[in-house]
Structures are given as C-alpha cells and as structure tokens.
C-alpha cells in the first residue's frame, strides 16, 4: 500500500542528545515537510523540501536539520540545540508544482519526549 | 499574530445532529482552503477542500462554507457520527501550494451516542 511511514512511533531522549526521526513514503510524491504539534496550538512548519537534494526552512526550524539524498527519504534530526523538543512530530508528503492541489498527506507521526 | 483561528478548542453535538466547525484567517490573498481530521497519535487526513472562487462545496456530510467578505470558514457534518470524533485543524494557503499551508489551532469535536 502507497503511503507515509514515519519510525519510531514514541522516542525518549536525554537532555543533549541528537535524535534523529526517520520518514519514508512510497507515493512518489516531489514534496516532504515536517511538522511540529504542541498541545492546543495547529501544525508548525520545521523544513520542507520540494526536490532531491534541496530543503528549505520553514517557520521554527532552529534546532533542527534535515537532509533529502533520496525522493523517498526526508530523515528530521533534533539537535541538543532545539531548546523544547517535546512534542508530536508529523512527516508529510505532496506532489508539487501545477498538479499541487495543496493537499498533505501525513504519517503517523513520531512522539519525542526529553527526560 | 496567528493568521488562521479557530476559536472553539472543543464541541460536543449529539448523534444525528449537525456539527458547525469554524475557522477565521485575517490574509484575503489566501485562496485556498482546506479541513483536516485527526485521530488520536495519527497524523491528520484530509477531508474537504474549496478554492476562492467557490463559496460551497460538498461531499457526502461534509460540506465547506467559504465567506470571503467576512475571511471566515465553516465546516458542516451532518448528521453528525459518533465515528466523526476527531480535532479538526483548518488550512489555509495561496495559489494551492503545499508547502504555504497555514494551519489553525484545532477543534475537539465530540459525538455523543
């Protein structure tokens, strides 16, 4: 089945320790994101990457990198840098370009908490 | 300042009844619009769209109202489901484009049986 595969699912982490959040789709879609859900507030934007080889920042990207050597593959690293990691982390795939109807279509989403 | 919001963090409607959804955005350049429907530890669906050049669109018991004097968003369900118990986050973007989307705050919408 085509679709989003976000591991791992619940990650525990310790204060200043580098995590990495993996995201992988078959959907063949040009576009990944990831998205950040605190309680009470919408999804933010942490990068996004439209093509092979190049992402952009979205609006809370400190503290966080990504790398896209694969259309597949959109891994998010959180670095001890990122002052409050806590939260739900969501993967998210679109086509792109004139066939973009602006419609994501999501992982399950990884659960980060820092000890 | 949050471009997009839903003011109602929670409602709760009876089966068989109509559930009203809202959502408000201040940018009049946006002209697309989107509802999503999230699940407990899932990550959202997407459930109904409508560009600016509509002010309705329907699809089974979801139905999007667009009022663009006002920039104010309606979702419609009816009737309601237990099932539909979800947050409901609205989306907002220009020109259709994915990587724009601005998301508001959530609604806690609960279907009593």
């Known amino acids: 089945d085509g679709g989003i595969t976000q591991s791992p699912k619940y990650l525990f982490r310790k204060e200043g320790q580098n995590v990495t959040l993996s995201c992988e789709q078959n959907l063949n879609h040009d576009a990944m994101y990831w998205y950040r859900q605190d309680p009470g507030q919408g999804l933010r934007l942490i990068y996004y990457?439209?093509?092979?080889?190049?992402?952009q920042k979205g609006d809370i990207a400190e503290g966080y990198s990504v790398s896209r050597e694969k259309k597949e593959s959109f891994p998010l690293t959180v670095t001890s840098a990122q002052k409050n990691p806590t939260a739900f982390y969501l993967c998210a795939s679109s086509t792109s370009g004139g066939r973009s109807t602006g419609e994501l279509f999501f992982g399950e989403g990884s659960r980060l908490t820092v000890l | 300042d949050q471009q997009v919001k839903q003011n109602s963090p929670s409602l709760s409607v009876q089966e068989g009844r109509i559930s009203i959804l809202n959502c408000d955005y201040t940018n009049s350049m946006f002209d697309y619009f989107l509802w999503y429907k999230k699940y407990p530890a899932e990550g959202p669906t997407f459930l109904i769209s409508i560009s600016s050049i509509k002010d309705k669109n329907e699809d089974g018991r979801f139905t999007v109202f667009l009022n663009k004097s006002a920039k104010h968003l309606s979702l419609h369900i009816v009737p309601s489901q237990p099932g539909d118990s979800a947050v409901y986050f609205c989306a907002v973007s220009t020109s259709g484009s994915a990587r724009q989307l601005t998301f508001g705050s959530g609604t806690q919408l609960t279907v009593l049986p």
């Open positions: 990457s439209q093509i092979v080889n190049d992402f």
